[in-house]
């Protein structure tokens, strides 16, 4: 396995571990959200939304651990980098679009870590081996 994997791999456990703090915070004092990111409108949070981000965030941090530990798994891969494009997406949107959450530390964070994320994955996926089974039968279509 690369440097370039393993480096991944610790970046993507750290951002799980930071999003399962958030899960935490969101389930225990839905104040969090309208402190820390939707600042913008912060009548628009309540339990039920905060509730719905913790299951959100958790769903995304399960996600990011289980490709760490299978970092060649490349469906869950795939599926890990989607988390990050939907995470950068929302965020965006709540921003520029929605303007619930106007561009302090609290959304630049997210936005910051989704977006390194991403490039970081990209890069990555270019050392993600092609699977034995996948590359033999892919050359034996060519003959």
Not at 24 to 41: I, P, R, W
Not at 59 to 75: E, F, H, P, V, W
Not at 101 to 122: D, H, K, Q, Y
Request: include cysteine; glycine fraction near 6%; charge should be positive.
């Amino acid at each position: 396995m690369s440097r370039f994997l393993n480096v991944l791999r610790s970046w993507l456990v750290m951002v799980s571990v930071i999003a399962m703090g958030n899960t935490v915070q969101s389930f225990s004092d839905h104040s969090f959200l309208s402190e820390k990111l939707y600042t913008g409108t912060p009548e628009f949070v309540n339990g039920l939304q905060a509730r719905t981000f913790g299951i959100w965030t958790l769903l995304s941090s399960i996600i990011r651990c289980t490709c760490a530990i299978d970092i060649q798994n490349k469906t869950l891969y795939h599926i890990t980098l989607w988390t990050f494009v939907l995470a950068l997406g929302h965020f965006l949107s709540e921003a520029f679009i929605f303007k619930t959450a106007p561009l302090t530390i609290g959304i630049m964070a997210p936005l910051i870590v989704a977006s390194f994320s991403i490039v970081g994955m990209l890069i990555g996926f270019q050392c993600v081996p092609e699977p034995q089974e996948e590359g033999a039968a892919r050359h034996k279509k060519r003959n």
